[in-house]
DNA sequence: GCGCTCCGTTCAGGTCGATGTCAGCTTGAG
DNA sequence: CTCAAGCTGACATCGACCTGAACGGAGCGC
């Protein structure tokens, strides 16, 4: 597997390289996004381990401009102990997975068997939008990281509004996604659930589009 | 890094090789004791997978040679879903670590990671919550410190959320941990040693997570 | 064997939260 | 302004869950 670490820290980077060439893998390092751009011209990766601190430009615009053109390459973001708001946005812009620094080799392992294991196209382990996070495995959510005690119809509903992010999906898209055939046609339920929701996450998280359906803001 | 697998199971073997290798380890697997020992005759391993169930002999007996022999190489064992016995004889036998059949592969990956991230020699000889403590080789509970009487069938309810640490875990995961294939289909047992354990280690250390399961928490 | 205790399991009745429905109100487009 | 679309508090219903009690089997001391 050929992976491109894209990283300005010297020592940092030494560690991973090191780590990831031990782990069997072929490891290009660039230490700008120019270099990284100038790699990927000549070369097709599995892999991409992104610092979002980097000299030259936020690696986050890197990281949604590639997504933008389409490229569905796996991206495993590194970001500082306290940029939160950089994981999430991170994660927003596309990336698979992130590392929060300092991290343990071993757990760059892990993370990179389980991004690169994951069948393209197949749904990530969460969704999240501003501070919001479902968890898809778990059928759990948090807000500002912390437990968001949320009731299955409720968390279907946000599943429903996540899945298409912030753009708009409509009352019975969402109605043919929380019921079978047997169809409930009658009756404001989902309605309700969305002031429900609208109670626990915030009352402008979900906006109503007149007619058309409902959607997502990444902030109230 | 180099594992060594000892699983006479070939569907499962192949799964479990599959996944290891493509978390960046070496695979070597061996279908019978006497493989294994030649595999090790040429070859250094960092950890080895045993199932305690095979053909030629006992893996208990294979193991504790091992120990005997001063060899601290980490071992995870496999074992049945009601094999609560081996489980116990396994770790007293030396066993870093042991996973429950059948497992998630994500869970091999998780606990392959911790025991070769533990320093060798530490074995996890209990779990733990709060206050409440398991002693897995001793098949014991103590809460503040103090013995916690606790029947067999408390433990492995207990064992079965704790191994899952604050995780929410189903009725019928539960269910499986405890009973072998002949699954009990009916009643509510497990609801009924769930309000004995909440008797025991306060009632509020064990959520209810409506229609999912149950979780522990670190204070009531 | 006999009586005893402990444990696992089942059962019945009660509790409580999730769900869906409705009525009356608010809002925004035309 | 008018009216359809949407919002929201209240509430009946239902099923998941809780719990005390009881039954029967296993093990044990005598």
New interface residues.
Partial sequence: MRVLLIEDDTLLGAAVRDHVLA???AVDWARRLQEAEDCRAVATYSLLLLDLMLPDGRGLDFLRQLRARGDITPVIILTARDQLSDRIAGLNAGADDYLVKPF?L??L??R???V??RAVGQPATSLSIGDVTLQLA???ATRKGRALPI??REWAVLEALLSRHAGVVSKSEIEERLYALDAEVESNTIEVYVARLRKKIGHDRILTERGLGYRLVREG
Avoid: Y
């Fill in positions: 782990d069997g893998h343990e071993a757990e392992s892990a990179i068997g389980s690169t294991r778990e059928r759990s009731t299955a």
